[in-house]
């Protein structure tokens, strides 16, 4: 029989899960609570909104139970509505079941770390967030992890691919972010996600080892203006203005793949160069073979 992913809030990342796993030969339930967006992707599908009372008993049993659902906005009470209170119900719905999951996956992020001076980072770093949505999400991974659940918590760097240009337009204006002191940033591509996600969804399946959390980030943590004076080199623009992060998003820390990479998984997209390559084809742009080296 084919093994069945849940994937909860199927959104960009889900869906490009949701493809992965159907290459695979798995069957595929995505869960939303608009499935309009999901109609060509050729799983099926269950509109629904996992936060109303009652809603979480009529999921279907699955091996696998991905929660990859996004806060509706940025604020304390959405963030508390999904990445705590929606997590421990869905815990506590499964815990309840004949047939539990044979793994369930919640996607975190890296805004658990407080580390903002370049310090290095892993899965075993403290996890000291100040702000309110590193302090929630920490919360909610843990009640995953306290669980009876064979529980697994993946941190996402900062996320970019389709649809996810911000940097592009802004190198594409002129800005340009300081130079000194450096501002390491740390992304994935989309499609990373997703082909992390599968990765460790087979390891679970085939009985490989599991660890409980990974931090997920591409292989080159580079500076911020580095990753945007390429761009602007690639779009053939000069950089006229020095721009600050929002203070929310003001973090400088390197985040290390290594425990990622020992479990087997082979980045699609190992520096930014390669990955914005890709999406600067949305914008009319090649990007020289030359420039992919990062000499």
Not at 33 to 38: I, P
Not at 168 to 178: E, K, L, P, S, V
Not at 193 to 221: F, M, N, Q, R, W
Request: proline share 4%; with cysteine; hydrophobic share 40%.
């Amino acid at each position: 029989m084919k093994k069945t992913s849940l994937i909860l809030g199927c959104g960009d990342v889900g869906s490009a899960l949701a493809r992965e796993l159907l290459k695979a030969g798995q069957h595929v339930i995505g869960v939303r609570r608009d499935v309009s967006r999901l109609a060509d992707l050729g799983i099926e599908t269950l509109a629904l909104d996992i936060t109303a009372e009652g809603a979480l008993a009529s999921l279907p049993d699955a091996d696998t139970v991905v929660h990859v659902l996004s806060a509706d906005r940025f604020d304390e009470e959405a963030y508390r509505a999904a990445y705590v209170d929606g997590i421990r119900a869905l815990v506590t719905e499964l815990e309840s079941r004949a047939n539990p999951p044979t793994r369930v996956l919640f996607v975190s992020s890296t805004s658990v770390y407080a580390q903002k001076d370049g310090e290095e980072v892993d899965e075993q770093s403290p996890t000291d967030a100040t702000s309110f949505s590193g302090q929630l999400m920490r919360e909610g991974e843990q009640a995953l992890l306290d669980s009876s659940l064979n529980g697994t918590v993946v941190r996402f760097s900062g996320i970019y691919g389709p649809g996810r240009d911000m940097l592009i337009r802004q190198a594409r204006d002129g800005r340009i972010a300081a130079s000194n002191p450096p501002l390491y940033s740390n992304r994935i591509h989309r499609d990373d996600c997703a082909g992390v996600l599968a990765h460790l969804i087979a390891l679970s399946l085939e009985g490989k080892p599991v660890e409980p959390i990974y931090l997920a980030t591409d292989c080159d943590g580079a500076p911020l203006h580095e990753v945007m004076a390429w761009l602007a080199r690639q779009l053939k623009v000069e950089s006229t203005e020095v721009i600050q992060s929002p203070l929310r998003r003001r973090s400088s820390k390197r985040c290390g793949n290594a425990l990622l990479l020992e479990s087997g998984y082979t980045f699609r997209y190992p520096t930014f160069r390669e990955g914005y390559a890709e999406v600067l084809k949305e914008h009319g742009v090649t990007v020289p073979k030359g420039e992919l080296s990062g000499r």
